[in-house]
């Protein structure tokens, strides 16, 4: 049994800061990626960041220059710092682990994040 616990999430004004912690734990040995995304609401989910295991990251286009993700890999942890975020940033965003050599697929419960104007 594998479990992702997010935090981090909340009600900030727009160009203010968050940062959301992802931590996963339980039966999981082999993690090949860490990520998050999101969903607002009437839209699909939607990649926002990830890092693999030699480092690489990738980000979408809305978020590159105002979001950083990091990974912890001896603590099987992520974070994304969120700065200078935007109304159109306001979604539930999901902890991602692609793990067990691309087998397996978790998520985390989700957090809100809610961007004021």
């Known amino acids: 049994q594998v479990q992702l616990v997010e935090s981090g999430g909340g009600l900030v004004q727009a160009g203010g800061s968050l940062t959301l912690s992802c931590a996963a734990s339980g039966s999981i040995y082999s993690i090949n990626a860490m990520g998050w995304y999101r969903q607002a609401p009437g839209k699909q989910r939607e990649l926002v960041a990830h890092?693999?295991?030699?480092?690489?990251?990738k980000y979408a286009d809305s978020v590159k220059g105002r979001f950083t993700i990091s990974r912890d890999n001896a603590r099987n942890t992520v974070a994304l710092q969120m700065n200078s975020l935007k109304p159109e940033d306001t979604a539930v965003y999901y902890c991602?682990?692609?793990?067990?050599?691309?087998?397996?697929?978790?998520w985390g419960q989700g957090t809100q994040v809610t961007v004021s104007s």
């Open positions: 991602n682990v692609i793990a067990h050599f691309y087998s397996d697929v978790y």
């Open positions: 890092v693999v295991n030699d480092g690489s990251t």
